[in-house]
């Protein structure tokens, strides 16, 4: 590792920077990535280039602070450091089984002479694809306990780029991508008064989520979004029609102010990831690398894994969550009343067990299986769930004898209904509970109201907790998939039980909404999971007449479901579709079956956000390779070179693509499967239908 080291010695430079009214440049460089720290009357800024093209303009930086001293006005700059590190290290799960972790920090040490002996660092690391950013507050007497009221941070584009945009919201990220420019912003149609979450609130009609996508007129993509995310709220992002400048806009806490610090601390990093290719933007390390290395002890227990689920069929409507129509109408006996309508019944939980055990599924998830969910929904009540105890017609014990029997592991839900105290309080017995009956993974839920006081579920209170269920959860040794979480910011590689998220729209939003366009999933990689894994729930094969209004449909074809286990990358994985469902096309299901969850390399061949994604992956430890290819609405030939695979190797390559006439609208269901043998030196032509996709597993053959 090389060392260099710029230290300013501290007088000479205090009365340098008083005595001119701008301070020199400092710089740092990785690649054709430039950033430039500036003091122009007191002012931090910074600015960033790509191969000398502009990033951002020179763009403000700054805190404020709830008792008017913070790090808002003019401030002194006090010495800087520099200072190159170059390591890989290696995810317990991923995309690849090896990331390099190579950049140039800047370090800027200010100071705030109206509040003598208030410090304020800013750390920036450049890397070859973009840059992160993040204040740290070092110890010091002058800073004890302090809120954030506002943080100052701007990213000034230079020009009116397109954007790919959910609004700002306080409480959820499950939203419809938006395509337009950045003078378009205007949230306000897309905000609902009700929906999941029941509760929206996006006061700001020219507020963004991050990730936050965009492409410049000159070719550049450029994401913006965060890193490690921890004890501090989701940044959301202000934008200024005019002069495309965008301000970060911390999301408030329910007593006012944003964050609650103490000093040493530091703020989550704000990260840019650019590139003058698309697929680059994909393939970036950059926000896992930002992120601290792994905590915890033993990572041998957390493995990645597919599942099937009691859940499709509550989200199509076919069978519900709860298990009586009120819990306050009881019989004579004082029992709830059941409607004959619950899904998470014992036969029906080892139908799900059967299939999975046949056809290589390890986990079964089963929802509405404990008591509570007659009172769910649009209550703010605390005590809704305390997460042990089942309904009378699930028997757990029976289950867990029946699934270690069949050799699959059962996938426990809690759903929260937004109570995050009452979680807090049942998560010691609520985690034995899973450890007694053999439970290695657990889907969590927020929907509805935070409790606490309508805390926000991207905010700082919600951050912590999130951090607290993941920690908790590791200590029991179970792994976790956050449904309506904060959206991920890397943080699994600090914990790697925190597998996936959801904090997205999912797959489900096709089973009881008008559902998703199919530009979606060729968006979704851009933005959702630049932060890391979701519980997208693909694998959807009886894509129209699911439910009972006939109205609904799944909006791509099937051959598209199963690229989806490829393009769209999570270590916990579900085959969502109902077993029925399946196997009506057994031949198809067997690319579910046969693909990985973890990957030695990914390799992104294709991509444009809002049209279409290639992608290969090799499987872990094996000479395998997966392809997943997808385009929107629009039919697409896409040609692939397999240059990938190993060099006089041969493999069997099994192509499921779109059949003939497929088309997600009239005929979605219709595929073909084909067989044929290549090697390196080969290429693919891949017929994509209207919202199709297709997917390809290379094996290979025995003698070269
Ligand atoms: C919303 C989640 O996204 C969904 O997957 C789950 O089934 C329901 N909440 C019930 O918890
Ligand atoms: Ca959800």
Redesign the pocket.
């Known amino acids: 590792m090389k060392k260099y080291l710029l230290l300013w010695l501290l007088p000479a430079f205090q009365a340098a920077a008083q005595s001119s009214p701008a301070a020199p440049p400092l710089t740092a460089s990785l690649g054709g990535v430039k950033l430039t720290f500036s003091l122009t009357a007191g002012r931090p800024g910074y600015a960033v280039t790509y191969d000398q093209k502009p990033v951002v303009t020179t763009s403000r930086l700054g805190i404020a602070l709830e008792d008017g001293q913070g790090f808002a006005g003019p401030l002194v700059l006090t010495g800087s450091e520099l200072k190159d590190v170059d390591e890989t290290w290696q995810p317990v799960w991923g995309e690849v089984k090896s990331i390099r972790n190579h950049y140039q920090q800047l370090t800027v040490h200010l100071r705030q002479p109206a509040a003598p002996g208030r410090r304020l660092d800013v750390v920036f690391r450049v890397f070859a694809d973009g840059v992160g950013f993040r204040y740290e507050f070092p110890r010091q007497l002058a800073l004890g306990n302090f809120v954030v009221s506002d943080e100052l941070t701007e990213f000034a584009l230079p020009a009116d780029h397109q954007a790919f945009w959910i609004p700002g919201d306080y409480d959820t990220n ?1 939203y419809l991508y938006t395509h337009s420019r950045l003078s378009a912003v205007d949230n306000s149609a897309q905000v609902r008064s009700s929906g ?1 979450i029941a509760v929206r609130v996006a006061p700001d009609p020219q507020a963004v989520a991050t990730p936050l996508m965009l492409k410049a007129d000159n070719g550049l993509y450029l994401n913006i979004h965060e890193a490690a995310q921890v004890n501090y709220p989701a940044m959301q992002l202000h934008v200024d029609r005019a002069s495309h400048v965008l301000t970060a806009r911390l999301v408030p806490s329910a007593v006012g102010g944003k964050a609650f610090l103490h000093a040493p601390s530091c703020t989550p990093w704000r990260t840019l990831i650019v590139s003058d290719k698309a697929p680059d933007i994909l393939a970036s390390k950059l926000i896992l690398n930002l992120n601290e290395p792994n905590k915890l002890p033993t990572t041998d227990w957390i493995k990645p894994m597919k599942f099937v689920g009691v ?1 499709w069929e ?2 199509t409507g076919r069978s519900d ?1 709860k298990y009586a129509a009120s819990a306050d109408t009881l019989d004579p006996q004082g029992r709830l009343i059941p409607t004959g309508r619950h899904g998470a019944n014992t036969a029906n939980v080892k139908r799900y067990i059967d299939f999975a055990a046949q056809h290589g599924m390890a986990g079964v998830l089963v ?2 299986w404990n008591v509570g969910w007659e009172d ?1 929904f649009g209550n703010w009540k605390e005590n809704v769930f305390d997460f042990v105890t089942p309904y009378p017609d699930f028997n757990v014990s029976e289950i867990h004898r029946y699934a270690v029997s069949k050799g699959v592991k059962m996938i426990m ?1 809690n ?1 929260t209904s937004g109570a995050a105290t009452n979680y807090e309080q049942h998560l010691d017995t609520a985690y034995q509970f899973m450890n007694k009956y053999g439970y290695p993974a657990v ?1 969590t ?1 927020y ?1 509805g109201r935070i409790i606490p006081r309508g805390e926000h579920h991207d905010g700082q209170w919600m951050s912590n907790h999130f951090v607290r269920v993941a920690e908790m959860a590791a200590r029991h040794h179970v792994m976790v998939d956050m ?2 979480s904060v959206r991920p910011t890397g943080l699994s590689r600090t914990y790697p039980n925190w597998m996936a998220s ?1 904090a997205g729209r ?1 797959n ?1 939003y096709n089973a009881f909404s008008t559902g998703s366009p199919p530009e979606h999933e060729t968006i979704m990689p851009f933005t959702r999971f630049m932060g890391g894994p979701m ?1 997208y ?1 693909p694998g959807i094969f009886k894509l129209k007449n699911f439910e009972p209004t006939g109205k609904r449909q799944v909006h791509t074809t099937l051959a598209k479901q199963l690229a989806l286990y490829v393009v769209l990358y999570s270590p916990l994985q579900m085959a969502a579709d109902l077993p029925e469902n399946y196997e009506q096309h057994l031949d198809a299901f067997q690319f579910i079956q046969d693909v990985p969850v973890d990957w030695d390399d990914t390799r992104v061949l294709a991509a444009e956000p809002g049209d279409y994604i290639t992608t290969a992956r090799k499987a872990k430890g094996k000479d395998e390779w997966y392809l997943g290819s997808i385009t929107d609405e629009q039919a697409r030939t896409q040609p692939v070179k397999l240059d990938f695979l190993t060099p006089g190797q041969r493999y069997e390559a099994t192509i499921y693509a779109d059949g003939k006439g497929a088309d997600w609208q009239q005929n979605p269901t219709a595929y073909q499967i084909t067989r044929q043998v290549v090697t390196s030196k080969s290429a693919l032509t891949l017929k994509l239908a209207p919202s199709g996709g297709a997917a390809v597993s290379f094996k290979p053959l025995a003698g070269k």
């Open positions: 499950e999941e859940w509550m989200q969550w929802e509405g769910w839900h759903e889907k839920g929907v449904h309506e959801e999912g489900e519980d729930t």
